[in-house]
């Protein structure tokens, strides 16, 4: 399964937020989604504009998840962007070198 993570737009005409959300790539925007991690709020105070789940942001990250690059922008400009981990797979080939 092909796993993105991304924002789904709610709210109203020119009052706009976003959910951070982890999804299939294959699904709608604004379809069914595995977890919500958290808001952007773009029109927001500084201080509250941005809520996330670091933590299982940093867990979707490591599994293979990849970001947007709407989502990326915005972590990068606030100081969030996790790093991307070592693949499962980079991990494994180092490991038989190793032997």
């Keep these: 399964?092909?796993?993105?993570?991304?924002?789904?737009?709610?709210?109203?005409k020119n009052e706009p937020h976003f959910r951070i959300v982890v999804s299939d790539k294959r699904k709608k925007l604004d379809g069914a989604y595995i977890e919500n991690l958290g808001n952007y709020q773009p029109?927001?105070?500084k201080d509250k504009k941005i809520t996330i789940k670091d933590e299982r942001l940093n867990y979707w990250v490591k599994q293979g998840a990849q970001m947007s690059d709407a989502l990326k922008a915005i972590l990068k400009n606030i100081g969030k962007l996790p790093s991307a981990g070592k693949p499962k797979k980079a991990v494994k080939a180092k490991a038989k070198a190793a032997k």
Excluded: L, W
């Design 1 to 12: 399964m092909s796993v993105r993570i991304r924002m789904v737009r709610q709210g109203r």
């Design 43 to 45: 029109k927001a105070e």
